[in-house]
């Protein structure tokens, strides 16, 4: 006795596996476009590198100081464009305000370990 599948068939069977797959694109596609908040925070880029297995972003610490002598408080961002990258490693050791983006409910860690992503630097000092 053969099998054979009628083409009703593969079309359901087709639908519910390429169904999950265009919803879990459509949905990483949104979270990625919309940013939930957006900002800037200024202070100094103390820790910063390239991170990651397969999808390496650049990962990053700024230690926010609002009074001499305080603790600092640190902001963890991630960094997905070289370009901006290049521009944080030429301000580390100086002042920086980092403008970013808040991108909250992302799938994977393998757009970046942290929900805020770098648009631009700017050197305050």
Not at 48 to 69: N, Y
Request: net charge positive; hydrophobic share 45%; proline share 3%.
């Amino acid at each position: 006795m053969t099998f054979t599948l009628t083409r009703k068939y593969k079309l359901i069977i087709a639908a519910v596996v390429l169904v999950p797959v265009a919803l879990f694109v459509a949905y990483t596609w949104s979270a990625l476009k919309w940013s939930y908040s957006s900002g800037e925070r200024a202070g100094y880029v103390q820790k910063f590198s390239k991170k990651g297995w397969i999808c390496k972003t650049w990962e990053g610490e700024l230690a926010m100081v609002s009074l001499p002598g305080a603790m600092p408080e640190k902001f963890y961002f991630t960094v997905r464009d070289d370009s901006i990258a290049a521009r944080i490693n030429q301000s580390l050791g100086k002042r920086v305000a980092l403008v970013y983006q808040q991108h909250k409910g992302l799938p994977t860690s393998c757009f970046g370990d942290t929900e805020y992503f770098v648009a631009d630097v700017k050197v305050v000092e």
